[in-house]
């Protein structure tokens, strides 16, 4: 789906996860308790709207949800959907728009997108271009916006005191936008700039060839993103008109739903929001449905488009009229769960085990009044590419499987339950994006159904479910093939001979089209060349979790608790079980600590083994997914992280089906080498990601010892499947673990499950002092001029980057790191982007490295070279000192409470709760007060502090390195060896 964000989201976060040490403690019994009858006879829904009778509409909301609900339209038409809750840290509201570029008129496309950008710059009351931002910023929140086919919505958050003033700012955008000339000229660049920034990007260019194909009468045939040229002047008819008629034309208060969440109770919410919000224009627009065929061609037709990158993708889509109307019984998200399905006997599972397939997608690409497009979208082997015609042929015997017995009521009836479930223990998440969803869905859910629409299925109508699988036909269906062509000659010259290439107007994407017939797509079993699968459809799910029961423990903790395992000298388990959330939820996690790894041929290895397990595992684990049960086998910088999440009842049963295969995995050939050139395929293509991003992605290795993906695949290579099988005969013998058990395990099951992964894999019993988790960070040295790497970017943007170290791993230097970032943050982002318009990718973040400090100034320019933009992000940091030493005490105040709240922010579900404590364990706060820590270190900053560690951080004694994105050589390694010449040591943990 197209989603198009329009600042880029912090690309580090401030904290990251890793492990621990501890201290031997232990925690009280628990005791496995049901439900209490109230709680398992609740209701799986209750009526928001009865609590509260001043509401237009009742809403419908889980019953763990303690936030209370109102539903009211204002007298302008605008809907608005008042969200109270005293307890969240963040106040949040998105306001919704039903229009987007499919909107756009013919000759301005682009001007839905130009037009959400514009609102963001100035209105009457606060004509500032970065007042907004600097606002939000500053007061702890972030913004952001998207324009999509037929919706354009923009959001915030904020700490909750300050809902109301930030909303007074917000609301403004919908009464009197400034469109300030200057602006508006500066602000295309932006949009040519995100246009510019995406031209490599796959996903845009196969939009960009679909777009050109589609029916010019059909909206789809539109450029959506826009540039200089479809936002240029012209004679007479400035941009700035189109953009004003525009606005006047579709921002109408009767297609806007707005969605605010705050501590204040309803009535002041809704006081509130009439106060600001009943002054937006009612146009009373009325958008129709328009029926017009996608394609003007007629189905079938086959395309195949060149990627940028190694991509191998085949897609059958369907053109189907518009079902949003189809919400309560969901026919199509029944039939994507069919086709899409990747368990046992599965399309999926099947062409995997032939080697010709990765993985396997369907669903709606989109939804719009003037239709919809069902897609299934296959990730190929290269066997898979040469066969896809074949593999067409199968996803049409599969399809055919689907609709002739996949349409039974118990499936439907599992769904509805696992969804059921889902609703009855929805957890709360961040109020910005809960906010942006809701104000999003009540385009199509009716209002009494905008928190459980989503949830809600209303029964089996195998009628309605045939309605739409009687459009998934072959002579309906647009075949497209993502891959570089085959090199074998003779299909290549075929391919010649079928069609010419041509290049898409806005992306240059080569493909050609290719006529198809009917029997193209189909094929009897006794026909020559088709694929032996024996597929057969999923049996009932073993993973659906049966008795949700809560864990009652004796005492209450307020943190996790040292427990043994198997005697005194046994494992180490920090265990936390739950008192807080109440769901029947957990997250188990074994940090395994594996000896040698600082080195790139083990770490490849790692990378690899882990690969092969979780492909063995895919088919088996996919019930326990789709039943709200995942896991991973994650990395961290010594070992691999196993964990197992979600509801907590069957987890002891799934983490034994892992381990199980961890410990002996298949050796099977061609798993081997499918799962090799997959990630062969992965790591090589993060050449060609955005610039920024690989620029970034050389900063760990630089500051580690670890290697950049594309070192790492010329190590894999040259690797076989007996090399793996040599690494993995002693991977555990002189291995360690660290469990963590959090939420609703009790005591003796997070013991029984940290002896299974034990005693499964072979792990060796540490004593105390092996437990140590060690890390090392490279302690740069302060060097004039800050010294510079280059980068090669295959791209024609540039990119600089600054980074800049902490002088000591102390959380006062944290604090001061924290502050400064805080300080610069939109001050740099409007002078570099919105004033200069150096590029779209332009920003600050801080980006710690276990406990040491790191600070980061970037910008991707499509105009200046980096060179160029290293000058200005110096120049600007230099002039900034002037406004650093101008700070008074009421700013710092400000400054601390936009950084503690983040740092403070309360947990609002287990997961979250979970994350803090392995947060805690990994950076050695053994007390799990990490955050406490840091934020009295940010309370006891004075001004001083903050002025002088400015002076000596960013500009006197900086301890940084630059990375410059270049073109002039193509060596993809980094220059370690210099690096070492600018090392003064390491940080090492624990000291
Ligand atoms: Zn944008």
Same mark, same amino acid.
């Given at each position: 789906m197209?989603?198009?964000?329009?600042?880029?989201?912090?690309?580090?976060?401030?904290?990251?996860?890793?492990?621990?040490?501890?201290?031997?403690?232990?925690a009280?019994?628990?005791?496995?308790?049901?439900?209490s009858?109230?709680?398992?006879?609740?209701p799986?829904?209750?009526?928001?709207?009865?609590?509260?009778e001043?509401?237009?509409?009742?809403?419908?909301?889980?019953?763990?949800?303690?936030?209370?609900y109102?539903?009211?339209?204002?007298?302008?038409?605008?809907?608005?959907?008042?969200?109270?809750?005293?307890?969240?840290d963040?106040?949040?509201?998105?306001?919704?728009?039903?229009?987007?570029?499919?909107?756009?008129?013919?000759?301005?496309?682009?001007?839905?997108?130009?037009?959400?950008?514009?609102?963001?710059l100035?209105t009457?009351?606060?004509?500032e271009?970065?007042e907004?931002?600097?606002?939000?910023?500053?007061h702890?929140?972030?913004?952001n916006?998207y324009?999509?086919?037929?919706?354009?919505?923009?959001?915030?958050?904020?700490?909750?005191?300050?809902?109301?003033?930030?909303l007074?700012?917000f609301?403004?955008?919908f009464?009197?936008p400034?469109?300030?000339?200057?602006?508006?000229?500066?602000?295309?660049?932006?949009?040519?700039s995100?246009?510019?920034?995406?031209?490599?990007?796959?996903?845009?260019?196969?939009?960009?060839?679909?777009?050109?194909?589609?029916n010019?009468?059909h909206?789809?045939?539109q450029?959506?993103?826009g540039?200089?040229?479809?936002?240029d002047?012209?004679?007479?008819?400035?941009?700035?008109?189109?953009?004003?008629?525009?606005y006047?034309?579709?921002?109408?208060a009767n297609q806007m739903?707005?969605v605010?969440?705050?501590?204040?109770?309803?009535?002041?919410?809704?006081?509130?929001?009439?106060?600001r919000f009943a002054?937006v224009?009612?146009?009373?627009?009325?958008?129709?449905?328009?029926?017009i065929?996608?394609?003007a061609?007629?189905?079938?037709?086959?395309?195949?488009?060149t990627?940028?990158?190694?991509?191998?993708?085949?897609?059958?889509?369907?053109?189907?009229?518009?079902?949003?109307?189809?919400?309560?019984?969901?026919?199509v998200?029944?039939l994507?769960?069919?086709?899409?399905?990747?368990?046992?006997?599965s399309?999926?599972?099947e062409l995997?085990r032939l080697?010709?397939?990765e993985?396997l997608?369907?669903?709606?690409?989109?939804?719009s009044r003037?239709?919809?497009?069902?897609?299934?979208?296959i990730?190929?082997t290269?066997a898979?590419?040469?066969?896809?015609?074949?593999?067409?042929?199968?996803?049409?015997?599969?399809?055919?499987?689907?609709?002739?017995r996949?349409?039974?009521?118990?499936?439907?009836?599992?769904?509805?339950?696992?969804?059921?479930i889902?609703?009855?223990?929805?957890?709360?998440?961040?109020?910005?994006?809960?906010?942006?969803?809701?104000?999003?869905?009540l385009?199509t859910?009716?209002?009494?159904?905008?928190?459980?629409?989503?949830?809600?299925?209303?029964?089996?109508?195998?009628?309605?479910?045939?309605?739409?699988?009687?459009?998934?036909?072959?002579?309906n269906?647009?075949?497209?093939?993502?891959?570089?062509?085959v090199?074998?000659?003779?299909?290549?010259?075929?391919?010649?001979?079928?069609?010419p290439?041509?290049?898409?107007?806005?992306?240059?994407a080569p493909?050609?089209v290719?006529?198809?017939?009917?029997?193209?797509l189909?094929?009897?079993?006794?026909?020559?060349?088709?694929l032996q699968?024996?597929?057969h459809?999923?049996?009932?799910?073993?993973?659906?979790?049966?008795?949700?029961?809560?864990?009652?423990?004796?005492?209450?903790?307020?943190?996790?608790?040292?427990?043994k395992?198997?005697?005194?000298?046994?494992?180490?388990?920090?265990?936390?079980?739950?008192?807080?959330f109440?769901?029947?939820?957990?997250?188990?996690?074994?940090r395994?600590?594996?000896?040698d790894?600082?080195?790139r041929?083990?770490?490849?290895?790692?990378?690899?083994?882990r690969?092969?397990?979780?492909?063995?595992?895919?088919s088996?684990t996919y019930?326990?997914?789709?039943?709200?049960?995942?896991?991973d086998?994650?990395?961290?910088?010594?070992?691999?992280?196993?964990?197992?999440?979600?509801?907590?009842?069957?987890?002891?049963l799934?983490?034994a089906?892992?381990?199980?295969?961890?410990?002996?995995p298949?050796w099977?050939e061609?798993?081997?080498?499918r799962?090799?050139?997959?990630?062969?395929?992965?790591?090589?293509?993060?050449?060609?990601?955005?610039?920024?991003?690989?620029v970034?992605?050389?900063?760990?290795?630089?500051?580690?010892?670890?290697?950049?993906?594309?070192?790492?695949?010329?190590?894999l290579?040259?690797?076989?499947?007996?090399?793996?099988?040599?690494?993995?005969?002693d991977?555990?013998?002189?291995s360690?673990?660290?469990?963590?058990a959090? =939420?609703? /395990?009790?005591?003796?099951?997070?013991?029984d499950? $940290? &002896?299974?992964?034990s *005693?499964?894999?072979? @792990?060796?019993? #540490?004593?105390?002092?092996?437990?140590?988790?060690?890390y090392?960070?490279k302690?740069?040295?302060?060097?004039?001029?800050?010294?510079?790497?280059?980068?090669?970017?295959?791209?024609?943007?540039?990119?600089?980057?600054?980074?800049l170290?902490?002088?000591?791993?102390?959380l006062?230097?944290?604090?001061?790191f924290?502050?400064?970032?805080?300080?610069?943050?939109?001050?740099f982002?409007?002078?570099?982007?919105?004033?200069?318009?150096?590029?779209y990718?332009v920003?600050?973040?801080?980006s710690?490295?276990?406990?040491v400090?790191?600070?980061?100034?970037?910008?991707?320019?499509?105009?200046?070279?980096?060179?160029g933009?290293?000058s200005?992000?110096? =120049?600007? /940091?230099?002039?900034f000192?002037e406004?650093?030493a $101008? &700070?008074?005490?009421? *700013?710092l105040?400000? @400054?601390?409470? #936009?950084?503690l709240?983040s740092?403070?922010?309360?947990?609002k579900n287990?997961?979250?709760?979970?994350?803090?404590?392995l947060?805690?364990?990994?950076?050695?706060?053994?007390?799990?007060?990490?955050?406490?820590r840091l934020?009295?270190s940010?309370?006891?900053?004075t001004?001083?502090?903050?002025?002088?560690?400015y002076?000596?951080?960013?500009?006197?004694?900086?301890e940084?390195?630059?990375?410059?994105s270049?073109?002039?050589?193509?060596?993809?390694?980094?220059?370690?060896t210099k690096r070492?010449?600018?090392?003064?040591?390491?940080?090492?943990?624990?000291?």
């Open positions: 197209e989603f198009r964000a329009c600042y880029l989201v912090l690309l580090f976060s401030l904290f990251s996860l890793v492990a621990c040490s501890p201290d031997d403690n232990s009280g019994t628990t005791a496995k308790t049901p439900l009858t109230e709680q398992s006879t609740a799986d829904w209750f009526v928001a709207g009865a609590e509260d001043k509401g237009d509409e009742p809403v419908y909301k889980s019953p763990n949800d303690d936030r209370q109102r539903y009211v339209v204002l007298r302008n038409g605008l809907s608005a959907l008042l969200i109270s809750d005293p307890d969240t963040k106040a949040a509201a998105s306001l919704s728009v039903n229009v987007g570029s499919f909107d756009n008129p013919p000759e301005r496309e682009g001007l839905a997108h130009f037009l959400e950008h514009m609102l963001f100035g009457d009351k606060y004509p271009p970065g907004y931002q600097a606002f939000i910023s500053e702890g929140g972030m913004h916006a324009t999509s086919l037929e919706e354009t919505n923009y959001f915030f958050d904020v700490d909750a005191p300050h809902l109301m003033a930030t007074d700012r609301s403004r955008f009464v009197a400034l469109f300030n000339p200057e602006y508006v000229d500066r602000e295309r660049h932006a949009v040519e995100e246009y510019r920034l995406k031209l490599k990007d796959d996903s845009r260019r196969e939009w960009d060839v679909l777009r050109e194909l589609a010019p009468e909206p789809f045939s450029f959506s993103v540039n200089l040229t479809t936002l002047d012209r004679k007479d008819r400035p941009v700035r008109d189109d953009l004003l008629d525009f006047q034309k579709y921002y109408s739903n707005l605010v969440l705050g501590t204040e109770n309803l009535d002041q919410l809704q006081a509130a929001v009439e106060q002054k224009p009612n146009r009373k627009l009325v958008l129709p449905e328009q029926n065929p996608l394609f061609k007629p189905l079938p037709f086959k395309v195949a488009i990627p940028v990158k190694e991509l191998r993708q085949l897609s059958i889509s369907f053109p189907l009229p518009t079902v949003a109307a189809t919400w309560p019984t969901k026919p998200d029944y994507a769960h069919l086709i899409g399905h990747e368990g046992e006997g399309l999926l599972a995997k080697g010709l397939a993985s997608s369907a669903g709606l690409v989109y939804d003037a239709g919809a497009l069902f897609s299934t979208t990730s190929l290269h898979g590419v040469a066969e896809s015609d074949a593999i067409t042929r199968a996803f049409f015997n599969w399809l055919e499987l689907v609709k002739t996949g349409l039974e009521e118990w499936r439907y009836a599992e769904l509805a339950n696992l969804s059921r889902a609703f009855r223990f929805a957890d709360k998440h961040a109020p910005i994006n809960y906010v942006s969803q809701i104000s999003s869905m385009h859910f009716p209002p009494s159904e905008a928190l459980r629409g989503p949830y809600f299925y209303q029964g089996y109508n195998a009628q309605e479910i045939r309605d739409i699988a009687d459009r998934l036909r072959p002579d269906a647009l075949v497209t093939v993502v891959a570089r062509p090199e074998d000659p003779a299909a290549e010259s075929s391919q010649e001979s079928a069609a290439q041509t290049l898409s107007t806005y992306y240059q493909y050609r290719e006529a198809l017939q009917v029997a193209d189909t094929g009897g079993d006794d026909e020559p060349g088709l699968l024996s597929l459809l999923p049996e009932p799910n073993a993973y659906i979790p049966e008795h949700l029961a809560l864990n009652k423990p004796d005492t209450v903790q307020d943190k996790p608790a040292l427990i395992a198997g005697g005194d000298q046994g494992l180490s388990i920090w265990h936390y079980p739950d008192t807080v109440q769901t029947p939820r957990a997250l188990f996690e074994a395994i600590a594996i000896a790894l600082q080195d041929r083990r770490e490849t290895l790692l990378d690899l083994y690969a092969m397990v979780q492909d063995q595992l895919s088996q019930p326990a997914a789709q039943a709200g049960l995942g896991f086998i994650g990395r961290w910088d010594n070992g691999l992280s196993l964990s197992v999440k979600g509801y907590s009842e069957k987890q002891p799934l983490l089906e892992i381990t199980a295969v961890m410990a002996q298949e099977d061609a798993r081997f080498a799962v090799k050139s997959t990630l062969l395929r992965l790591w090589r293509n993060t050449a060609k990601d955005w610039p920024i991003s690989q970034f992605a050389a900063v760990s290795p630089l500051l580690r010892d670890s290697w950049l993906p594309l070192e790492k695949a010329d190590t290579d040259s690797l076989t499947m007996a090399d793996l099988k040599a690494f993995v005969a991977l555990y013998g002189n360690h673990a660290r469990y963590y959090g =939420g609703n /395990l009790d005591r003796a099951t997070a013991s499950m $940290a &002896l299974t992964v *005693d499964k894999l072979g @792990l060796r019993a #540490a004593g105390e002092d092996a437990i140590a988790i060690n090392e960070v302690n740069l040295a302060a060097t004039e001029p800050v010294p510079q790497f280059d980068i090669y970017v295959d791209h024609a943007d540039n990119v600089a980057v600054l980074f170290q902490g002088a000591e791993d102390t006062q230097e944290r604090a001061l924290a502050l400064i970032e805080k300080v610069a943050e939109a001050p982002y409007s002078d570099l982007r919105t004033e200069k318009q150096l590029g990718v920003g600050s973040s801080i710690p490295m276990h406990r400090p790191g600070l980061m100034f970037y910008v991707q320019s499509p105009t200046m070279e980096s060179t933009l290293r200005e992000i110096d =120049g600007f /940091l230099t002039a000192d406004k650093v $101008a &700070l008074g005490e009421e *700013d105040q400000r @400054l601390k409470q #936009a950084v709240a740092i403070e922010e309360k947990p287990i997961m979250e709760l979970a994350g803090r404590h947060e805690s364990l990994y950076l050695g706060y053994d007390d799990f007060d990490f955050r406490s934020a009295e940010i309370r006891n900053t001004l001083a502090d903050l002025q002088g560690a002076q000596r951080v960013v500009l006197k004694q900086r940084g390195i630059w990375l410059l270049s073109r002039d050589t193509e060596d993809m390694s980094l220059d370690r070492d010449t600018l090392v003064e040591g390491v940080f090492t943990y624990p000291q």
